[in-house]
């Protein structure tokens, strides 16, 4: 059984910084390429930042040079480092893990709720 599990999410001033963590089971995790998505009422899930298997990034243009994703293959792990956040930040954020071979086939975490303050 596949399970994503968030943590770091709450509430905190703009220009402070949260750390995201999603720790993955049930799968070869180096494997997937792991995702953070965010959802605010009434939008569609967007991407906010990915990261392969073997560490190469991308990022949303409204995160770039504020946010860093990172993994520990050892332990499962995938991170989001949010740094200098702004109240446009405020979502529900989702760990994802993706994999294409066979076929496409996504995992989603439960989520964990962002706010910021201005």
């Known amino acids: 059984q596949v399970q994503l599990v968030e943590s770091g999410g709450g509430l905190v001033q703009a220009g402070g910084s949260l750390r995201l963590s999603c720790a993955a089971s049930?799968?070869?995790?180096?494997?997937?390429?792991m995702g953070w998505y965010r959802q605010t009422p009434g939008k569609q899930r967007e991407l906010v930042a990915a990261?392969?298997?073997?560490?190469?990034?991308n990022y949303a243009e409204s995160v770039k040079d504020r946010f860093t994703i990172s993994r520990d293959n050892a332990k499962n792990t995938v991170y989001l480092q949010m740094n200098s956040l702004k109240p446009e930040d405020t979502a529900v954020y989702y760990c994802?893990?993706?994999?294409?071979?066979?076929?496409?086939?996504?995992?989603w975490g439960q989520g964990t709720q962002v706010t910021v303050s201005s």
């Open positions: 994802n893990a993706v994999i294409w071979v066979p076929s496409r086939m996504d995992y």
């Open positions: 049930g799968i070869i995790f180096s494997n997937y390429r």
């Open positions: 990261i392969t298997g073997g560490g190469n990034t």
